[in-house]
Structure formats: C-alpha cells, structure tokens
C-alpha cells in the first residue's frame, strides 16, 4: 500500500486478509478501509483513448 493508512485499517485488513485472498469472494468493508487497499483505483480508458481504439469498420472493408 502506498499510501499511509491508519493502525486500525491495517488492523482490519491483517485481520480479514484470508477472506480477501479467496479468488472471486466477495468481502464486506467499510468505504475507507476499501479504499485504502486498493479497491477503487481508477484505471478505466479516458474518452479520448477510447475514441483512439474505435475501428471504423465500414472504411476497413
């Protein structure tokens, strides 16, 4: 984690790591300590991007 986060959500976290490592398990946690481990990084296309990797498929033929 790169940011520094609070004794307590480090707590929560160490405590709920095991449930957190299960592949495709969905744990219940408070907005901040989610947020603190990562779960809202934005890594979606900007509009700009996605309008780079349209094809045009009527002027490919």
Known sequence: MSKSISQ?????????????????????LDADIAEAAGAFEE???????????AIDVNNEQ
């Open 8 to 28: 307590e959500t480090q707590d929560v976290l160490i405590e709920r790591q095991d449930e957190l490592e299960v592949p495709g398990s969905q744990v219940e």
């Open 43 to 53: 890594d979606a296309l900007t509009e700009d991007e996605a309008l780079d990797s």
